[in-house]
C-alpha cells in the first residue's frame, strides 16, 4: 500500500512529535478498471440496491408492484432464456492440501441472478 494524503491533524502530529514533515498530498496511482469505465463511458457507480423491507412494506400499504422496483416484467420478457457463461478457477494451491478448482458462472439477463456450478 502507499499512503498519498492526511489530514491536518495527523500532519500536525508528525510534525509535532515525530519531527517528520510529510510530503504533500499524492494522486491516486492508476486503475486499470478506472480507466476501462472512462474509456467505454461507464460511470463506475452500481445501481440503486433495493431495501427488501421497504419493498415489501410498500407492498402491504398497497403500492402497484410494478413501481417497486422497475419494470422487471419487460426485462425477463426481452431477455428471457439469455444467459451469459463464464469459465473460472479458483487455484488454491498455495494453501495446505490446496487445489485448483474449474467453475462455471452462469448470469441470467431475465433475473439478474448468478449461478456458480463447480466442474
Do not use: C
Request: glycine share 10%.
Amino acid at each position: 500500500y502507499i499512503l498519498i494524503n492526511a489530514d491536518a491533524f495527523t500532519r500536525n502530529w508528525y510534525q509535532e512529535k515525530m519531527n517528520i514533515d510529510m510530503p504533500p498530498a499524492g494522486g491516486y496511482p492508476n486503475d486499470p478498471v478506472d480507466e476501462y469505465r472512462e474509456h467505454f463511458g461507464l460511470s463506475g457507480r452500481p445501481g440503486k440496491k433495493s431495501n427488501d423491507l421497504a419493498t415489501f412494506v410498500e407492498a402491504r400499504l398497497g403500492k402497484p408492484s410494478h413501481l417497486l422496483e422497475g419494470d422487471r416484467l419487460k426485462q425477463f420478457l426481452k431477455q428471457s432464456g439469455k444467459v451469459l457463461r463464464f469459465y473460472a478457477v479458483w487455484d488454491d494451491r498455495g494453501g495446505l492440501y490446496g487445489d485448483r478448482r474449474p467453475y462455471v458462472v452462469h448470469y441470467y439477463l431475465e433475473g439478474d441472478t448468478v449461478e456458480i456450478n463447480e466442474v
